[in-house]
């Protein structure tokens, strides 16, 4: 099995900032991408921010030059480094990874964290 733990949300002011991390654990291959998607109350799930093992990397539209995505060596940690955050970035942020467990089989699993409140407010 495997497993994704998040931490590092929490409170803070418009402009601040929060780094967001998430470590892959148990029967891992290979990761083939891992990051972030956050929901806010009422919405539906939105891209936040992703990085494949070649090093590619996607921003949502609503991140893009705020957010910073990167990973250790291993490459079963990401970080989400959150700069100048705004009220409207307010939403639980789940990690997610997409991982091969065998090679024998080089079958794909999708796997999701619990999630970590991001809460930006004055």
């Known amino acids: 099995q495997v497993q994704l733990v998040e931490s590092g949300g929490g409170l803070v002011q418009p402009g601040g900032s929060l780094r967001l991390s998430c470590t892959a654990s148990?029967?891992?291959?290979?990761?083939?991408?891992m990051g972030w998607c956050r929901q806010a109350p009422g919405e539906q799930r939105e891209l936040v921010a992703f990085?494949?093992?070649?090093?590619?990397?996607t921003y949502g539209d609503s991140v893009k030059g705020r957010f910073t995505i990167s990973r250790d060596n291993a490459k079963t940690t990401v970080f989400l480094q959150m700069n100048s955050l705004k009220p409207e970035d307010t939403a639980v942020y789940y990690c997610?990874?997409?991982?091969?467990?065998?090679?024998?089989?080089?079958?794909?699993?999708?796997?999701w964290g619990q999630g970590t409140q991001v809460t930006v407010s004055s």
């Open positions: 990085i494949t093992s070649g090093g590619s990397i």
């Open positions: 148990g029967i891992i291959f290979n990761v083939n991408a």
């Open positions: 997610n990874g997409k991982i091969i467990r065998s090679a024998l089989t080089m079958r794909e699993f999708e796997y």
